[in-house]
C-alpha cells in the first residue's frame, strides 16, 4: 500500500505528517528512519502522526518522531501544522480548539493564517535532572573546554537548556550542543538554545535540537529561551524570537500564567511513498 503523506514547515522547522486517524499502526521504524534521511528518502526534521482525539472534545492527538526515531514529549512548530493540517482537511472549522500532545492538550487559536497555541506552564525546577537539581536555579553551570557557561534548564514538555550569547550567529551552536548532550547532564536528552537579546522586545535564537541537530526554527526552543530571558528581566513578556527561519511572538504575562506561541504554518506539498 502507498503511503500517503503531507509535507510541512513551520518557521523552517519541517515535518512528514502522517494521518493515523482510522488507528492503522506505523510504518515500521526503519522506513520512517529511511524517510526522514534528506538524501535517501523525503527529509523531515520530525514525523508527526495525526491520531484520534484521547480526550473528549479534542479534535485530534499527535505523537512526534524526531528523525533518528526517538520521541518527543513536545513540538511547538509541529502543534501548529498539526492543527493547520486540520482546519485545511476540514477536520474543524472552529476558530478555537483542542489537541492532545504527549505533554498534555494544546489550545488553538486561528488568527488568519498564523496559529496562537497554549503552550502550557514552563517548569524550572528540573528535579528530574538529579545533577542540577541541588543547583541554584534558574542559572546553572556546564564546563566546557575548561569554561564554565551559564545556562537556564527549563521543561516545556521537553527538555530545554538555554545559553545567554553575545551574537546567535556566531554561537558554537554544534559543539555545545553536543557536548551538553554527551555530558548527560539531561538523562532523556536535551534541546541547547542559543539566544542572543537584541533588545527588549527582541531574542535571536539557534537551537541545536535532540534527535536532530541545528533545525531551522524549535517552537518549544523559542518559549524556552524567552521566560529564561523574561525570568532573568532581561526582555518584557511579549517578545519576538528571531530564528534562522522565521520569527515567532512569545507572551508570557506573568509567572502564573501559561506560555503563547504565534507563528505561521505550511503546508508544502502532498506526497506518496511507493515502497522500492
Ligand atoms: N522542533 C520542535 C521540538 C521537537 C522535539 C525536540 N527535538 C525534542 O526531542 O524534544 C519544536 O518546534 O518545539
Known amino acids: 500500500m502507498p503511503l500517503r503523506f503531507t509535507k510541512m514547515h513551520g518557521a523552517g522547522n519541517d515535518f ?5 486517524r482510522d488507528g492503522a499502526p506505523l510504518p515500521d521504524a526503519g522506513l520512517l528512519r529511511q524517510m526522514g534521511d534528506r538524501h535517501f528518502g523525503v527529509g523531515f526534521d520530525q514525523l508527526l502522526v495525526i491520531e484520534p482525539p484521547s480526550a473528549d472534545g479534542s479534535v485530534a492527538s499527535y505523537r512526534i518522531l524526531n528523525q533518528d526515531g526517538s520521541f518527543a514529549g513536545q513540538c511547538g512548530n509541529g502543534a501548529r501544522c498539526v492543527a493547520h493540517w486540520l482546519v485545511t482537511e476540514g477536520a474543524t472549522d472552529a476558530a478555537a480548539f483542542t489537541l492532545d500532545s504527549p505533554a498534555g492538550p494544546v489550545g ?5 493564517e498564523r496559529y496562537a497555541l497554549d503552550m502550557g506552564f ?14 541554584e536555579a534558574p542559572l546553572y553551570r ?9 545556562f537556564s534548564a527549563v521543561s516545556m514538555g521537553n527538555p530545554h537548556a538555554v545559553f545567554l550569547v553575545d551574537s546567535a550567529q556566531d554561537a558554537p551552536v554544534a559543539h555545545w550542543g553536543q557536548a551538553l548532550q554527551a ?7 536535551v534541546n541547547v538554545g542559543f539566544a542572543e537579546r537584541v533588545d527588549a522586545g527582541n531574542i535571536r535564537l539557534r537551537v541545536f535540537e535532540r534527535g536532530v541537530g541545528e533545525t531551522l526554527a524549535c517552537g518549544s526552543g523559542a518559549c524556552a529561551a524567552a521566560v529564561s530571558l523574561m525570568r532573568l528581566g532581561l526582555v ?14 512569545i507572551d508570557w504575562p506573568d509567572d502564573s500564567a501559561p506560555v503563547t506561541m504565534t507563528g505561521p504554518a505550511e503546508r508544502v506539498y502532498e506526497g506518496e511513498w511507493r515502497h522500492a
Do not use: N
Open 236 to 249: 518584557a513578556r511579549h517578545v519576538a524570537v528571531h530564528l534562522p527561519g522565521g520569527t515567532l511572538m
Open 16 to 20: 512528514v505528517v502522517l494521518d493515523r
Open 142 to 150: 556546564f564546563p566546557i573546554d575548561g569554561v564554565e557557561h551559564a
Open 122 to 135: 514552563p517548569y524550572f525546577a528540573p528535579d528530574d535532572i538529579p545533577l542540577l537539581a541541588e543547583a
Open 183 to 189: 555530558a548527560q547532564v539531561f538523562p532523556d536528552g
Open 108 to 112: 488553538v487559536r486561528r488568527l488568519g
